[in-house]
């Protein structure tokens, strides 16, 4: 084969690959919507965060505006902290509250901010100090359930 | 009795000592490659000659099977979503099957069964008709001419040849999901793009890709170099390159997957 053409072809086999990872980076993949690498971080406490996992978003309004960057738990107090990295383009009051929700019936958990009144803004390190934790099913079935005991119970 | 055990240890021993021997010698092969792939860098025509032949000619393989694979996973993850009611998920499901595994491996087999078992026979070709040797005769280095052009350019292609068989392969699923079933497709795209991640997903099946490139390359290079300079034997070095690499690619698809997608 002529040199150049097999230039050519080779030029058209690099070309189509390197489409090809560019296509499964931005399309395919997320790289064009938020990456939250500079934001502020804050640190939420609940009491039990049911199935949250790292990475997963962080969502106001149902706008996703970052994302959960690590979970530890506290051996002081036993409750769960939750950091969470937050884009600098969406500041919150200081007094705004998180609460651990699911997408849908069996979707995945993703944590809610709700915004405050607050005059001054949360700054990186802060906690945020009203939190709703995860609903845990069999909690929620065991108190129905205590509850119907008490009203049909021997006291009556 | 005592025979009997001493001539199976003998051949254990023996077993082992010639694996263990194949293995240092693969090693100092590669080595040799790594060590004159300068040379073969700055006449880079030679490695664009082998980037044709191993990438450019697996290019109509390589996409029909992923266009292929594409419309069955996307065929099969439909029949199975739709029972659940969220055949939009549909996409996710070819998205990430293809990224993370199936692009990888099914494209580094294709490729070691199209391009290696090709590198293997004529490197074998080349030892048993001594084209090798005459080169030596030359002054002219057989590594630094031939063999590390020819790694170079598996190594490159392999990667470029697994993104294009991922692309064809979601290309497939949305043919068939999308066009023919009829799956909403803003929503086909929009659960790909929210579950498919750059880093974890995306980059980690590059780098199989470029693990198994090496793995597969390197493996039917030395067994061409390696082979017993008879017709025979260079058609079993070719069917050992196929059974070789194969495993290899599954068993590094294995380690690496363990490596990458466990915990959280």
Redesign the interface.
């Known amino acids: 084969?002529q040199?150049t053409t097999?230039?050519l072809?080779?030029g058209?086999?690099?070309a189509?690959?390197?489409t090809?990872?560019f296509?499964?980076?931005l399309?395919?993949?997320?790289?064009s919507?938020v990456?939250v690498s500079d934001g502020y971080r804050v640190i939420a406490e609940f009491d039990n965060i049911g199935g949250l996992?790292?990475?997963a978003p962080v969502k106001s309004a149902g706008v996703v505006v970052g994302r959960v960057e690590g979970i530890s738990l506290d051996t002081r107090t036993f409750r769960a902290n939750v950091g969470l990295r937050i884009d600098k383009r969406y500041p919150f009051p200081r007094d705004s509250s998180a609460s651990i929700l699911t997408a849908g019936l069996l979707g995945e958990q993703y944590v809610g901010m709700d915004g405050g009144g607050d005059e001054q803004n949360l700054k990186d390190g802060d906690r945020l100090k009203i939190t709703q934790s995860a609903i845990v099913l069999e909690k929620v079935i065991g108190q129905f359930l205590y509850g119907k005991a008490a009203e049909t119970g021997p006291g009556k | 009795m005592l025979r009997l055990l001493s001539s199976g240890l003998r051949l254990v021993g023996h077993r082992s000592i010639n694996a263990v021997w194949r293995l240092g010698s693969a090693s100092r092969f590669m080595g040799l490659v790594m060590l004159r792939s300068g040379l073969s860098f700055r006449r880079f025509h030679l490695i664009i000659d082998e980037l044709h032949f191993a990438g450019v000619l697996s290019l109509i393989i390589i996409m029909v099977s992923g266009l292929f694979v594409g419309l069955v996973l996307g065929l099969q993850g439909y029949e199975t979503l739709k029972r659940y009611g969220s055949a939009e998920a549909v996409g996710t499901l070819v998205a990430l099957a293809l990224v993370r595994e199936l692009g990888p491996v099914v494209a580094a087999l294709l490729f070691a069964s199209r391009a290696g078992s090709a590198m293997t026979a004529e490197l074998g070709i080349m030892k048993s008709t001594e084209q090798l040797s005459a080169m030596e005769m030359m002054a002219v280095d057989p590594f630094a001419r031939v063999i590390s052009p020819m790694f170079w350019g598996g190594f490159l292609s392999m990667p470029l040849l697994a993104a294009i068989f991922s692309v064809m392969g979601i290309f497939g699923g949305y043919l068939i999901t999308v066009v023919i079933i009829g799956v909403d497709s803003g929503a086909f795209w929009s659960q790909m793009q929210s579950s498919v991640d750059l880093r974890n997903d995306i980059v980690n099946g590059v780098i199989k890709s470029v693990v198994f490139g090496a793995a597969v390359t390197a493996i039917a290079l030395f067994e061409g170099y390696d082979a017993p300079p008879t017709a025979e034997g260079v058609s079993h070095a070719v069917t050992r390159t196929v059974v070789t690499s194969a495993l290899a690619v599954l068993a590094l698809d294995f380690v690496l997957t363990a490596f990458m997608f466990t915990g959280v």
């Open positions: 084969m040199r097999l230039d072809w080779v058209i086999f690099v189509a690959g390197v090809a990872l296509v499964l980076a399309k395919v993949g997320n790289a919507s990456s996992k790292v990475r």
